[in-house]
T-cell receptor, first 110, second 115 residues
């Protein structure tokens, strides 16, 4: 069964304190792993797509990496405006559907 | 990416009534999707709506409760019928541009509260 698990559920950081969010997955025929940012009351905002193990993508203070079993979203020197829920999703080659994890809610304090 | 708008952005409805949510995209897309996000939960796919064919519903979602229209390549509606408090959620539409990247882009969502 296709499944996505994110950890931790919640993360509180001080401004400038780097950390990583984890996304573990099992999927039949990975067609892509996606990271989204979701602010309260808004739709998910697309961040990255990763397609194969070893691939990395960067955007400002965020860096996403991918292995055969998990993905990490590294946040370097976060700022309060990085506070949001970060969602991980995988596109199943078996079903063609996007399967979401439960998300990690990040709070960055000044 | 794609620019997606939804109407209404939020609504409060009475039990037993229906709400129709509109999703408009700034470019033609083949695949549109409707998701539900219950309070504190992640996204669950309701159905896939392709232009020119009947919507495909996921397990646990039925056409009588969630009828969908897809009249053209830039527009879709989702109706949530016979509302109950359990339908209180955020409803999101998304699109896949149909290229090889398989990326989905989401609208801002419609927050529904059922009293």
């Amino acid at each position: 069964e296709d499944q996505v698990t994110q950890s931790p559920e919640a993360l509180r950081l001080q401004e400038g304190e780097s950390s990583s969010l984890n996304c573990s997955y099992t999927v039949s025929g990975l067609r892509g792993l996606f990271w989204y940012r979701q602010d309260p009351g808004k739709g998910p905002e697309f961040l990255f797509t990763l397609y194969s193990a070893g691939e990395e993508k960067e955007k400002e203070r965020l860096k996403a990496t991918l292995t055969k079993k998990e993905s990490f979203l590294h946040i370097t020197a976060p700022k309060p405006e990085d506070s949001a829920t970060y969602l991980c999703a995988v596109l199943s080659g078996n079903t063609g559907k996007l399967i979401f994890g439960q998300g990690t809610t990040l709070q960055v304090k000044p | 990416s794609a620019v997606i708008s939804q109407k209404p952005s939020r609504d409060i409805c009475q039990r037993g009534t229906s709400l129709t949510i509109q999703c408009q995209v700034d470019s033609q897309v083949t695949m549109m999707f409707w998701y539900r996000q219950q309070p504190g939960q992640s996204l669950t796919l309701i159905a896939t709506a392709n232009q020119g064919s009947e919507a495909t519903y996921e397990s646990g979602f039925v056409i009588d409760k969630f009828p969908i229209s897809r009249p053209n390549l830039t527009f879709s509606t989702l109706t949530v019928s016979n509302l109950s408090p359990e339908d209180s959620s955020i409803y999101l539409c998304s699109v896949d541009r149909g290229d090889s990247y398989n990326e989905q882009f989401f609208g801002p969502g419609t927050r529904l509260t059922v009293l």
